[in-house]
């Protein structure tokens, strides 16, 4: 394992006690997918047949979101109207764990809402509603008083600027100097040309464009970057400049070190939705957790890296990262091993990429043929299989005190070790249905000595248009007899004996 491997693993260990506090831009962002077989006969534009629509987090909020799910606590200062979008965004927001939300709300103002129309994997249109007259004076007020009070309780202050009022001049100003008062690292995501709105900031976090239109400097190649990045550094009394390259990766000026070129990560690129947002989220978890700057940055690239490989605005959760960092590992199962909020987010990323989900479950305490068979015949009933695998204290009760012969773990190891299976969750209820509910799966398969009706979830797949498969089974094949022949060899040989 090389050093910086292990240093990142050893730092996901360490990011639940940390404390963000994000001040920014909250939106929302809704997303209305379809399917388009025609042209109007009213103009030379295409028709979009709606089959569903999302939403979620945007701007601070999609940061929240990212930081949520690698762990931290966060204390999020906003605005938002007094209008559904802005009530939406709050009700999310508070469903995360760990999220403290303290949205001031302005009844003169609407709420930021993005909306695109998506036919396929392919954006037709985007829609936006913003409110482009200033923030009143006592809005303002309201988040820099909030954000002093916040400051006496975070390890990180985030800046999550998306230019729509927020963080006005004067407000960025008064936090940053407010922060370096309280000894708390600040960590500016920009936007615009002029940087020095972020005078006092510990980090920058621009893209390439960004940093090229800032520093009115190409950025084509690792020497340009470095240049465009010191002279920012410089010219806008900041710290450390970390600059998103695309597929050129990140370039780390921090201090008086030398530069850091991380390369991005080798894997296929499905959307790059929000993963600015996912490398301020890290970036700011990494140093919160006590991380140097590198490595606090290197650990950002790889959660990056796990985003762009997912469809839609996603965020990356240590799972995913373990498993990216593991995925060099012949037997590696890490990434396959997952909690229900995961499992619910991995789902959705599957949906927008028009993947068709099939759930089944059991205890899978000594896998057999059977098993092989009954996962085997799910997986081929759609594109990814999440199997619902019962917890050791659910096993035994439903099976009796002497069960499970193997630990949840192990049995969890074991599936996700087989090929046919995308995902696997852990339940403690006694049914799958909780999870079934959650998930929203497209196929349940179950076996044969099953019927429809008997099937548990099978009534709600079904209510939202899945399916329910009985799948075949292999004669004799069970744990029960497994172990009813293995008693009964033990016995026989005492008997020898």
Same mark, same amino acid.
């Given at each position: 394992?090389?050093?910086?491997?292990?240093?990142?693993?050893?730092?996901?260990?360490?990011?639940?006690?940390?404390?963000?506090?994000?001040?920014?831009?909250?939106?929302?962002?809704?997303?209305?997918?379809?399917?388009?077989?025609?042209?109007?006969?009213?103009?030379?534009?295409?028709?979009?047949?709606?089959?569903?629509?999302?939403?979620?987090?945007?701007?601070?909020?999609?940061?929240?979101?990212?930081?949520?799910?690698?762990?931290?606590?966060?204390?999020?200062?906003?605005?938002?109207?007094?209008?559904?979008?802005?009530?939406?965004?709050?009700?999310?927001?508070?469903?995360? /764990?760990?999220?403290? /939300?303290?949205?001031?709300?302005?009844?003169?103002?609407?709420?930021?809402?993005?909306?695109?129309?998506?036919?396929?994997?392919?954006?037709?249109?985007?829609?936006?509603?913003?409110?482009?007259?200033?923030?009143?004076?006592?809005?303002?007020?309201?988040?820099?008083?909030?954000?002093?009070?916040?400051?006496?309780?975070?390890?990180?202050?985030?800046?999550?600027?998306?230019?729509?009022?927020?963080?006005?001049?004067?407000?960025?100003?008064?936090?940053?100097?407010?922060?370096?008062?309280?000894?708390?690292?600040?960590?500016?995501? /920009?936007?615009?040309?002029?940087?020095?709105?972020?005078?006092?900031?510990?980090?920058?976090?621009?893209?390439?464009?960004?940093?090229?239109?800032?520093?009115?400097?190409?950025?084509?190649?690792?020497?340009?970057?470095?240049?465009?990045?010191?002279?920012?550094?410089?010219?806008?009394?900041?710290?450390?400049?970390?600059?998103?390259?695309? /597929?050129?990766?990140?370039?780390?000026?921090?201090?008086?070190?030398?530069?850091?070129?991380?390369?991005?990560?080798?894997?296929?690129?499905?959307?790059?939705?929000?993963?600015?947002?996912?490398?301020?989220?890290?970036?700011?978890?990494?140093?919160?957790?006590?991380?140097?700057?590198?490595?606090?940055?290197?650990?950002?690239?790889?959660?990056?890296?796990?985003?762009?490989?997912?469809?839609?605005?996603?965020?990356?959760?240590?799972?995913?990262?373990?498993?990216?960092?593991?995925?060099?590992?012949?037997?590696?199962?890490?990434?396959?091993?997952?909690?229900?909020?995961?499992?619910?987010?991995?789902?959705?990323?599957?949906?927008?990429?028009?993947?068709?989900?099939?759930?089944?479950?059991?205890?899978?305490?000594?896998?057999?043929?059977?098993?092989?068979?009954?996962?085997?015949?799910?997986?081929?009933?759609?594109?990814?299989?999440?199997?619902?695998?019962?917890?050791?204290?659910?096993?035994?009760?439903?099976?009796?005190?002497?069960?499970?012969?193997?630990?949840?773990?192990?049995?969890?190891?074991?599936?996700?070790?087989?090929?046919?299976?995308?995902?696997?969750?852990?339940?403690?209820?006694?049914?799958?249905?909780?999870?079934?509910?959650?998930?929203?799966?497209?196929?349940?398969?179950?076996?044969?000595?099953?019927?429809?009706?008997?099937?548990?979830?099978?009534?709600?797949?079904?209510?939202?248009?899945?399916?329910?498969?009985?799948?075949?089974?292999?004669?004799?094949?069970?744990?029960?007899?497994?172990?009813?022949?293995?008693?009964?060899?033990?016995?026989?040989?005492?008997?020898?004996?």
């Amino acid at each position: 394992m090389t050093t910086q491997k292990a240093d990142i693993l050893h730092l996901l260990d360490n990011l639940s006690g940390t404390r963000i506090l994000i001040v920014g831009d909250v939106m929302l962002d809704r997303f209305v997918y379809g399917d388009v077989d025609r042209v109007s006969p009213e103009a030379p534009v295409p028709v979009l047949g709606i089959r569903r629509e999302e939403a979620m987090l945007g701007g601070a909020g999609n940061v929240a979101r990212n930081i949520s799910a690698l762990g931290a606590k966060v204390h999020l200062i906003g605005l938002c109207g007094d209008d559904d979008a802005g009530r939406a965004v709050h009700d999310m927001l508070s469903g995360l /764990p760990g999220v403290d /939300p303290r949205l001031v709300v302005d009844a003169g103002r609407a709420s930021s809402v993005k909306t695109r129309f998506v036919a396929g994997n392919q954006q037709l249109l985007r829609t936006d509603i913003d409110d482009h007259q200033p923030v009143s004076a006592q809005s303002l007020q309201a988040i820099i008083t909030a954000t002093s009070e916040g400051l006496t309780q975070a390890d990180v202050l985030v800046l999550s600027d998306y230019a729509k009022g927020v963080l006005a001049d004067d407000v960025l100003a008064t936090i940053i100097a407010a922060a370096r008062k309280a000894g708390v690292s600040v960590i500016a995501d /920009p936007k615009g040309h002029d940087f020095g709105r972020y005078r006092g900031a510990s980090v920058l976090t621009p893209n390439r464009a960004e940093l090229q239109a800032a520093a009115l400097l190409p950025v084509g190649n690792d020497a340009q970057a470095v240049m465009a990045a010191r002279q920012i550094q410089q010219d806008c009394g900041i710290d450390s400049v970390l600059a998103t390259r695309g /597929p050129q990766g990140m370039t780390l000026l921090s201090g008086s070190r030398e530069p850091l070129h991380i390369a991005t990560q080798a894997r296929e690129v499905f959307d790059v939705s929000g993963a600015g947002d996912t490398v301020v989220a890290a970036l700011a978890v990494g140093l919160a957790a006590g991380a140097d700057p590198g490595l606090a940055a290197a650990f950002a690239n790889q959660a990056a890296g796990v985003v762009v490989g997912k469809a839609g605005t996603a965020v990356a959760w240590p799972n995913d990262i373990v498993s990216a960092l593991h995925s060099a590992d012949l037997h590696s199962v890490e990434g396959k091993i997952s909690d229900a909020a995961r499992a619910k987010d991995i789902r959705a990323s599957w949906l927008r990429s028009g993947e068709r989900v099939v759930f089944t479950n059991g205890c899978f305490d000594l896998v057999h043929p059977g098993h092989v068979s009954l996962l085997s015949q799910a997986r081929s009933a759609g594109d990814r299989l999440i199997v619902g695998l019962n917890s050791d204290q659910s096993v035994k009760r439903l099976k009796g005190e002497s069960r499970p012969v193997n630990p949840e773990t192990a049995r969890a190891t074991v599936l996700a070790s087989l090929g046919a299976v995308d995902l696997v969750i852990i339940f403690d209820e006694d049914t799958p249905l909780e999870l079934i509910e959650a998930l929203r799966p497209d196929v349940l398969v179950k076996g044969a000595d099953y019927s429809e009706e008997e099937v548990v979830g099978g009534k709600e797949v079904k209510s939202w248009g899945g399916q329910v498969v009985l799948a075949n089974l292999v004669d004799g094949e069970s744990t029960s007899n497994t172990i009813s022949k293995l008693n009964t060899s033990n016995l026989n040989k005492e008997n020898n004996a």
